[in-house]
């Protein structure tokens, strides 16, 4: 199993993870019980800290993502894919109140926001 990271270059790397790790797990790549990497061997395999993985996995394990069993390993969670689906909507629109925020600040208006969203998707995608 190859673990991925996933976000802008900018972004801090353990976000970047766990974004990774979130596709595949929307994407059906990673499946409910599926184990993932030690923290040594992904971080071996990605190049990057242990304590970056270590703090990625604990997160998404405080998130719901992912368990950890004592001495066995960190497994993907049992939640069903509509539960999922929910929490990166929740997840998703936290982020772009953040956004809206910003742009408030910045004195842009909602259109022009829009705007540039729609111009970075098409691009992206």
């Not at 199993?1 to 990673?30: C, T, V």
């Amino acid at each position: 199993m190859k673990i991925i990271l996933s976000g802008p270059g900018d972004m801090p790397i353990y976000e970047r993870l766990k974004n990774g790790i979130k596709f595949q797990i929307a994407s059906g790549e990673l499946s409910p019980g599926s184990m993932l990497p030690s923290i040594r061997v992904a971080a071996k395999e990605l190049g990057i800290g242990i304590i970056t993985v270590k703090r990625a996995y604990d997160d998404l394990c405080e998130e719901g993502y992912l368990f950890s069993e004592q001495g066995r390993g960190v497994f993907v969670s049992k939640s069903d894919a509509e539960e999922l689906h929910k929490k990166n909507l929740r997840e998703f629109a936290q982020k772009m109140e953040e956004l809206k925020e910003i742009a408030a600040a910045l004195n842009i208006p909602p259109e022009q926001a829009e705007q540039i969203f729609r111009e970075i998707w098409r691009k992206k995608s």
